[in-house]
């Protein structure tokens, strides 16, 4: 008789991961079934969804304050987008007339919402400013609209959105052209205009006027019972700009990694490097997307050239906006060979874009040979470090500009988002950029997003080596499966050599994997017998899983065919938990599949 092991990770349908995340990143799809459902669009799965993949799915936060703004300030049949800046707000409005040129002028407009006069008396020293700027649009236009927001990973936080809610609801949110000094600046929520410090913990047994006040939900994300004090705004950033130059590579509080020296510790063996050189996003995608932009802007309309099988919003930004791109989803040496001679035979392009390693097939791409291509002929390299993370490897002295998603395991608790943007100080085109990114550069992660962030990224370093050696373990117990088609890691890949290269002395080799099997049927039994969590994104401090081709790919399942990337290819992002626990977790999964 086989007893049935209980299971610790069913999490039902529509539920946020973590569940009870009020501002989770992730959502639990928890069998291959639901995944597909998610797609379809079909009511018992998208009636349950709380919260999703943030540019994909409008958080809930968001899509109240949009129509709250459409319905005072918009015309029948219209909808409101948000964005932190009339300038973002602008390049959307560009963006949806360029698709939809029959629209006139007036149909789509730039509301810009400011802090009123503060009827409590502020002091104007609030250390952030309930403002954003709403783009009012006709509702049929919609999916161009959210096109933009998802591409660009531009739009606001929930976060943001949340607090600006309340700001509105009192009146002290207002239409910028109905005051004469829109700079003026309110307290915003009361719960963020707390003095206690960030680093300074609350009972538990003792309740205060601080926890009286939380829900349960925002008890869970807030744990141990920190307030969000954002007047820490500015010194969180620096904190976390820090640690991704490298130079805070320790587990301290706040205030100890701002009393250490700059650029103490140097881990991207870049001569000159420094935290200046780190710009912070909302996300990673917005990251990449303003790193095109500002491309662009150098050369003019120039192709750039996508490297390897990527995450699909870097190959949409390419194509969307800009001249288009020259697509090599192998990442093959002969593709190398191939644009070599399109260089020589004298076709020039503005950027070559790769993943180190990419996602989900895990290749490293050869960065060496790319550079030496870049240089001779003048084109720029971008490179995504999201996946490999700098502590594993470094492919600073390869690149004119690395990207990262700092919502992935520099986070690793899934409840925020931010990305990051870097500047090689030896590349030959720093001077320029670092020109062109002081002039254009706009600070939008939001403020308590940045306190979340800091937090959550202080033990950044050794939460990298336990997943590291998470991951190796497990691939090692898939790999021996006789049902297993194909591990993906950078390990066991035919280009180790070129992630070797760019390893760290004390680098693994990360925490993404992805498996293959020999039919649907084997992916399925296995993925709905997997005892993880399961939902979209990656990085998180807890084993996360999905099908992922189906969840990026779902209505263009044989082109992702076409370069290598399988239907039925099942993603783990590898966790925390003890090892010996997780082995077991894929030998009963493993077991479910059919004889």
Same mark, same amino acid.
């Given at each position: 008789?086989?007893?049935? /092991?209980p299971?610790?990770?069913? *999490?039902?349908?529509?539920?946020?991961?973590?569940?009870m995340?009020?501002?989770?990143?992730?959502?639990?799809?928890?069998?291959?079934?639901?995944?597909?459902?998610?797609?379809?669009?079909?009511?018992?799965?998208?009636?349950?969804?709380?919260?999703?993949?943030?540019?994909?799915?409008?958080?809930?936060?968001?899509?109240?304050?949009?129509?709250?703004?459409?319905?005072?300030?918009?015309?029948?049949?219209?909808?409101?987008?948000?964005?932190?800046?009339?300038? *973002?707000?602008?390049?959307?409005?560009?963006?949806?007339?360029? @698709?939809?040129?029959?629209?006139?002028?007036?149909?789509?407009?730039? =509301?810009?919402?400011?802090?009123?006069?503060?009827?409590?008396?502020?002091?104007?020293?609030?250390?952030?400013?309930?403002?954003?700027?709403?783009?009012?649009?006709?509702?049929?236009?919609?999916?161009?609209?959210?096109?933009?927001?998802?591409?660009?990973?531009?739009?606001?936080?929930?976060?943001?959105?949340?607090?600006?809610?309340?700001?509105?609801?009192?009146?002290?949110?207002?239409?910028?052209s109905?005051?004469?000094?829109?700079?003026?600046i309110?307290?915003?929520p009361?719960?963020? @205009?707390?003095?206690?410090?960030?680093?300074?913990?609350?009972?538990?047994?003792?309740?205060?006027?601080? &926890?009286?006040?939380?829900?349960? &939900?925002?008890?869970?994300?807030?744990?141990?019972?920190?307030?969000?004090?954002?007047?820490?705004?500015?010194?969180?950033?620096?904190?976390?700009?820090?640690?991704?130059?490298?130079?805070?590579?320790?587990?301290?509080?706040?205030?100890?990694? =701002?009393?250490?020296?700059?650029? &103490?510790?140097?881990?991207?063996?870049?001569?000159?490097?420094?935290?200046?050189?780190?710009?912070?996003?909302?996300?990673?995608?917005?990251?990449?997307?303003?790193?095109?932009?500002?491309?662009l802007?150098?050369?003019?309309?120039?192709?750039?050239?996508? $490297?390897?099988?990527?995450?699909i919003?870097t190959?949409? !930004?390419?194509?969307?906006?800009?001249?288009?791109?020259?697509?090599?989803?192998?990442?093959?040496?002969?593709?190398?060979?191939?644009?070599?001679r399109?260089?020589?035979?004298?076709e020039?392009?503005?950027?070559?874009?790769?993943?180190?390693?990419?996602?989900?097939?895990?290749?490293?791409?050869?960065?060496?040979?790319?550079?030496?291509l870049?240089? @001779?002929?003048?084109?720029?390299?971008?490179?995504?470090?999201?996946?490999?993370?700098?502590?594993?490897?470094?492919? =600073?002295?390869?690149?004119?500009?690395?990207?990262?998603?700092?919502?992935k +395991?520099?986070?690793?608790?899934?409840?925020?988002?931010?990305?990051?943007l *870097?500047?090689?100080?030896?590349? %030959?085109? $720093?001077?320029?950029?670092?020109?062109?990114?002081?002039?254009?550069?706009?600070?939008?992660?939001?403020?308590?997003?940045?306190?979340?962030?800091?937090?959550?990224?202080?033990?950044?370093?050794?939460?990298?080596?336990?997943?590291?050696?998470?991951?190796?373990? !497990?691939?090692?117990?898939?790999?021996?499966?006789? %049902? /297993?088609?194909?591990?993906?890691?950078?390990?066991?890949?035919?280009?180790r050599?070129?992630?070797?290269k760019?390893?760290n002395?004390?680098?693994?080799?990360?925490?993404?994997?992805?498996?293959?099997?020999?039919?649907?049927?084997?992916?399925?039994?296995?993925?709905?017998? =997997?005892?993880?969590?399961?939902?979209?994104?990656?990085?998180?401090?807890? &084993?996360?899983?999905?099908?992922?081709?189906?969840?990026?790919?779902?209505?263009?399942?044989?082109?992702?065919?076409?370069?290598? +990337?399988?239907?039925?290819?099942?993603?783990?992002?590898?966790?925390?938990?003890?090892?010996?626990?997780?082995?077991?977790?894929?030998?009963?999964?493993?077991?479910?599949?059919?004889?």
């Open positions: 008789m086989t007893v049935a /092991v299971r610790e990770n069913d *999490i039902e349908v529509g539920e946020t991961l973590p569940p995340t009020e501002h989770a990143v992730s959502v639990s799809l928890p069998t291959w079934k639901a995944n597909v459902g998610y797609e379809e669009g079909e009511e018992w799965v998208i009636s349950k969804m709380k919260t999703g993949y943030p540019r994909f799915f409008i958080h809930k936060s968001i899509e109240k304050l949009a129509q709250a703004i459409a319905a005072k300030h918009g015309r029948p049949g219209e909808r409101a987008m948000l964005f932190p800046s009339h300038v *973002i707000a602008s390049r959307c409005r560009e963006f949806l007339h360029q @698709q939809a040129p029959d629209l006139s002028p007036q149909q789509v407009r730039i =509301l810009d919402l400011v802090p009123a006069t503060d009827s409590e008396g502020s002091d104007g020293m609030s250390p952030v400013s309930p403002r954003l700027s709403a783009v009012l649009f006709p509702a049929e236009r919609f999916p161009i609209v959210k096109a933009f927001w998802q591409h660009s990973g531009d739009g606001v936080s929930s976060r943001r959105a949340e607090y600006c809610q309340e700001a509105f609801d009192n009146g002290n949110l207002i239409d910028s109905s005051i004469k000094d829109p700079s003026r309110g307290k915003g009361r719960r963020y @205009q707390s003095k206690t410090a960030i680093d300074t913990p609350l009972s538990r047994d003792a309740p205060t006027a601080a &926890t009286e006040t939380q829900d349960p &939900t925002r008890f869970v994300e807030e744990r141990f019972g920190r307030n969000l004090d954002l007047s820490m705004t500015a010194n969180a950033k620096v904190a976390v700009r820090r640690r991704i130059a490298g130079s805070l590579t320790a587990d301290v509080e706040l205030r100890e990694a =701002l009393a250490l020296e700059r650029d &103490t510790v140097n881990t991207r063996q870049v001569a000159g490097f420094s935290e200046d050189d780190v710009y912070l996003y909302p996300c990673g995608m917005s990251a990449i997307f303003n790193a095109h932009r500002n491309l802007a150098t050369k003019g309309q120039l192709k750039s050239i996508v $490297y390897g099988f990527p995450y919003d190959l949409k !930004i390419v194509q969307k906006f800009g001249p288009g791109s020259l697509f090599y989803g192998f990442g093959s040496s002969e593709e190398l060979d191939d644009l070599e399109r260089l020589a035979a004298g020039r392009f503005l950027a070559l874009f790769t993943e180190f390693p990419s996602n989900p097939l895990l290749k490293s791409p050869d960065i060496q040979r790319i550079r030496g870049a240089d @001779q002929y003048d084109f720029y390299v971008v490179i995504d470090e999201t996946i490999g993370n700098f502590l594993n490897v470094n492919v =600073l002295p390869y690149a004119d500009i690395v990207v990262s998603s700092l919502t +395991v520099f986070s690793g608790d899934s409840n925020v988002m931010g990305g990051s *870097i500047l090689n100080p030896k590349a %030959k085109s $720093y001077s320029h950029l670092k020109q062109l990114w002081n002039e254009d550069y706009e600070d939008n992660h939001w403020a308590a997003d940045s306190i979340f962030l800091e937090r959550n990224s202080r033990d950044f370093v050794q939460r990298i080596a336990r997943i590291n050696a998470n991951a190796d373990a !497990i691939c090692q117990t898939l790999i021996a499966h006789p %049902k /297993v088609k194909q591990v993906n890691y950078p390990k066991y890949s035919s280009t050599e070129f992630y070797d760019c390893r002395p004390n680098g693994g080799y990360g925490g993404l994997l992805s498996v293959t099997f020999h039919s649907k049927q084997d992916a399925v039994a296995f993925f709905d017998n =997997l005892d993880t969590v399961k939902g979209p994104s990656l990085g998180t401090n807890f &084993t996360l899983s999905s099908p992922y081709v189906i969840l990026a790919h779902y209505g263009e399942l044989d082109w992702c065919a076409s370069w290598d +990337v399988e239907a039925d290819l099942v993603r783990i992002s590898v966790g925390l938990e003890d090892t010996n626990q997780l082995e077991k977790v894929m030998c009963r999964a493993l077991d479910a599949i059919p004889k």
